[in-house]
């Protein structure tokens, strides 16, 4: 026989039920020798346990190893003083932002949530990048206070609007008109006047027209003018700061009465100075 016949054990499944007992044979080296087979199962159900547990194991550690390594070097990188001068140059900044609008009029400088995106930096910043990212902010905040307080807002004097800018009937003859390049306000002769932004003083003189009048530099391409004063109190010059007082109203020059002519002037042109005062 070229295969040896394999001994089989008979098993009889008795049955209560009408089909009566069922046979079965099964090879008796399974019945001699099951327990060594449940034992090699169970085992390599072990053995299979501790090699996925040991894979996770190595896994995690590398995980934790490299966020431990990037923790480090973020570390590292962070200048922890530098990051704080700058925050706190930043809210210094917005303080004295919020305290100019106050004065002039307009609302805190704010945030608006829904604005959505308008530019500017990534959202995805760098943790690393914290420090360069509150030079960034400080710098912009620097930059717009100083622009801020370059551009001529609010009023140069707390008084009553008599005329506007455009065409208006002269008030010395009123049958004809006339193109009022300013707005002029109704005061007191000795009263106060205002620069209505930081600048240099470009002129300082007398003429018929305006009489006693003063002109301030505030950029390359903003001026602002105050006429028929009584009084200059600064000359060419001078720096000058926002609303610091420059000079008395008057009734000097070309005028019908005490109040101060203002103008705006935008790259050599005369514009409507009304936008400007934050009414």
Known sequence: MLFKEIDKTTIILANCGKSGPRVRRVPTFLLRTW??????????????IATLCLIVYQNTSRDYQARLDRANYIRSKIDVE??????????????????????RGLSHFQIDENMGNLGGIPEDIDATEVASVGVFFEKELTS????????????????????????????????????????????????????????????????SGYGHFIVVQHSDTLQTLYAHLSRRLVKVGDKVDTGQPIGLLGNTGRSKGAHLHYEVI????????????LQ
């Open 35 to 48: 327990q060594r087979w449940v034992g090699l199962f169970f085992f390599v159900l072990v053995a299979l």
């Open 82 to 103: 530098q990051i704080q001068s700058s925050f706190m140059a930043i809210d210094s900044g917005l303080y004295q932002l919020n305290s100019f609008l106050n004065e």
């Open 266 to 277: 935008h790259n050599c042109r005369k514009i409507n100075p009304e936008p400007f005062l």
């Open 144 to 207: 717009l206070l100083s622009d801020l307080k370059s551009l001529p807002l609010g009023k140069p004097y707390d008084g009553d609007i008599t005329s506007k800018f455009g065409w208006r009937r002269s008030p010395f003859n009123r049958r004809i008109g006339e193109n009022h390049t300013g707005i002029d306000f109704k005061g007191a002769i000795g009263d106060t006047i205002c620069t209505t932004a930081s600048g240099l003083v470009k002129e300082s003189n007398y003429n």
